[in-house]
């Protein structure tokens, strides 16, 4: 989806060592590894977790209510990222410090928000453990659930911490 963030130019991966990573390299390491990956991996959770919900719709184990969590999660997620994108990456890559400061401390309410319906995720499925004898569409769903969880953290960690600090000071 590079047309997404097309504003950023000559990107290069944030560096491996100690050193702080430049705005430039976390903006594209978050669109690149997050932003896109989030885009492709939520609709097929989602995918999964309406085809569970309907072949175990029986099942006392079996997820419920599951599938439509996930797309308010997407839902909501998709909103902000296009903010993150039209506005605030494009304005702390042209050195807005004092205009950015309350967009970001708009992002990270929104963070706390996304923390919220993760616990919900995980209470909703059972912490993504599956039955012993769950199906393989059932495990992937949980698997899949667990990957976003992870990379939800990481990704607003890597905002929180790394990235708005530096417009912040």
Not at 103 to 113: F, G, L, S, T, V
Request: hydrophobic share 45%; aromatic share 8%; with cysteine.
């Amino acid at each position: 989806m590079l047309q997404s963030w097309a504003f950023l130019s000559g990107f290069t991966p944030p560096p491996r060592s100690g050193e702080p990573a430049s705005a430039e390299a976390l903006i594209g390491h978050v669109l690149e590894r997050y932003h896109d990956v989030h885009r492709a991996e939520f609709p097929e959770a989602i995918r999964l977790a309406r085809k569970v919900e309907a072949v175990h719709a029986g099942v006392a184990e079996a997820p419920r209510g599951l599938a439509d969590h996930l797309a308010l999660m997407f839902d909501d997620l998709e909103a902000h990222q296009q903010r993150e994108e039209r506005v605030l990456f494009p304005a702390m890559l042209n050195g807005g410090c004092m205009v950015v400061r309350h967009p970001i401390q708009r992002m990270m309410a929104e963070h706390e928000d996304v923390e919220a319906q993760l616990a919900t995720l995980r209470q909703l499925s059972n912490g993504y453990v599956a039955p012993d004898d769950a199906c393989r569409t059932w495990r992937a769903l949980y698997a899949a659930c667990r990957k976003l969880d992870e990379d939800l953290v990481e990704h607003m960690r890597i905002e929180n911490e790394e990235l708005f600090p530096l417009f912040l000071g």
